[in-house]
Every structure is written in structure tokens, then in C-alpha cells.
């Protein structure tokens, strides 16, 4: 039973150009949550989504930054016109639900770098 | 949901059990206490987590107190591998959650040989 699958593990990136971090949720799990640690810094929420569904983008930059959890696939998180500001490591949790007792299980996360 | 306070840091002998404690003064009685942990890079960590009573599985013990305002992370006998932020997380039960949890700064736990 494979964990939630994040990947790439590493992306870089030059000033300007996108990224597209892709995050695999666990098996029968329905709900995905972004989380950005910068460096020597914590963990900070960005966005939670169901299916076809962002359900909480309160942790979302107003620009740039974008999530989407389709019918089919992976959950995409999408950065354009990345800045240096944006090196951090990019983590993906998912859960069976989104209310009551609710354990996250987390990836291993996506490392951008912006040259 | 409860905010939480943790030492910054704490270390640990080797072999030694690990009380790890957390404040929740403000908890409310849907409000769970989630433990997480990080050990360096890598993504976190489920520990362990509990309502009112004290919870144990293979990992840790929680003891939380009979008035819920402060727990402590117990492991039993700590390794050098336990080495790894420790967060405390409280957070409520109910359909106006969300789900997200969020991390405060924890406490760096340096288990020593």
C-alpha cells in the first residue's frame, strides 16, 4: 500500500518559468492538503481540496500559486512565474476525511529550487 | 482551534524515556491532541493522538491531564533515530473544520548517545 507519492522530489527552476508539483493521495483517500516549509522555518498551510473541489485556500499567495485535486489523476500544485522567494519544500498530506479524528499522512515532499 | 505552547527544545538520553510536554490552557471538548513529528527533511510524521484519555500505540504514549489543558509525549525508550521536531497540535472536531492542521514551532528533541 504505497504512502502519499510526491513527486519530482527535486525541481529547479529558473526566475520566471513554472512548476508543477504533483501529489498522489493515499489510497481511498479523498482529501489533499498543501503544505510550504521554507528553509529554517515551519510548516504553513496553503490549501486543502477534495475532489474537484478547493475546499480552504486561506493559506494560498494571492498570485502565482494555484491547486487543483481533478476527478482523475494527482493533485496539482502550480507555481508560475516563480521567484527565488518560492525555494522551499512542498508538502502534500492526505486524509480518509476531512472532519472527526482525522490523521494526515504526509509525502516526502517536493524541494523547488529558483536559480 | 486551542493554541499550543511547547519548550523549544529538549534533549534526551539515549535509551532514556522521552516526556515531551505541550500546554493547551483554552482546549474545547471537541478539540483532539494531535502529535506530529519531523525528523530533518523528510515530510511529518503521525505519532499518536487522543480526546480525553490516554492513548498508547506502538510508537508513544499520550497522557493527557483530567482537565485537558496540557498533555505529555511519551516515548518509551528513545533512539538516536527519535532525533526530530516534536509539534502538539489541537484541533477540532466538527463539520466547520476543515481538516488542515496547523504547526507551530514545536520542540527540537536531540537525543544523545
Known amino acids: 500500500n504505497a504512502g502519499v507519492m510526491q513527486n519530482p522530489r527535486h525541481l529547479v527552476r529558473r526566475r520566471g518559468q513554472e512548476a508543477r508539483l504533483r501529489c498522489s493521495p493515499m489510497k481511498g483517500h479523498s482529501h489533499v492538503y498543501w503544505y510550504r516549509q521554507l528553509p529554517e522555518e515551519g510548516l504553513k498551510f496553503m490549501v486543502y481540496l477534495q475532489k474537484e473541489n478547493i475546499i480552504d485556500e486561506s493559506g494560498m499567495p494571492k498570485e502565482r500559486f494555484s491547486a487543483e485535486f481533478p476527478k482523475e489523476g494527482p493533485s496539482i500544485l502550480r507555481i508560475q512565474q516563480v521567484v527565488r522567494g518560492d525555494s522551499a519544500a512542498y508538502f502534500c498530506?492526505?486524509?480518509?476525511?476531512?472532519?472527526?479524528?482525522?490523521?494526515?499522512?504526509f509525502g516526502a515532499g517536493s524541494r523547488l529550487t529558483v536559480l | 482551534d486551542a493554541k499550543t505552547t511547547q519548550p523549544p527544545s529538549m534533549d534526551c538520553a539515549e535509551g532514556r524515556a522521552a516526556n515531551l510536554p505541550c500546554n493547551h490552557s483554552t482546549i474545547s471538548g471537541n478539540e483532539y491532541v494531535y502529535w506530529y513529528r519531523q525528523i530533518h527533511s523528510q515530510g511529518p510524521q503521525y505519532i499518536i493522538h487522543?480526546?480525553?484519555n490516554n492513548e498508547t500505540n506502538e510508537m508513544a504514549s499520550l497522557i493527557i491531564t483530567e482537565d485537558r489543558k496540557s498533555s505529555t509525549l511519551i516515548l518509551p525508550h528513545a533512539t538516536l533515530r527519535d532525533t526530530a521536531v516534536y509539534y502538539c497540535i489541537v484541533r477540532a472536531d466538527g463539520s466547520s473544520n476543515t481538516g488542515k492542521l496547523i504547526f507551530g514551532q514545536g520542540t527540537t528533541l536531540q537525543v544523545k548517545p
Open positions: 487522543g480526546l480525553k
Open positions: 498530506a492526505s486524509s480518509p476525511r476531512g472532519s472527526g479524528a482525522n490523521v494526515l499522512t
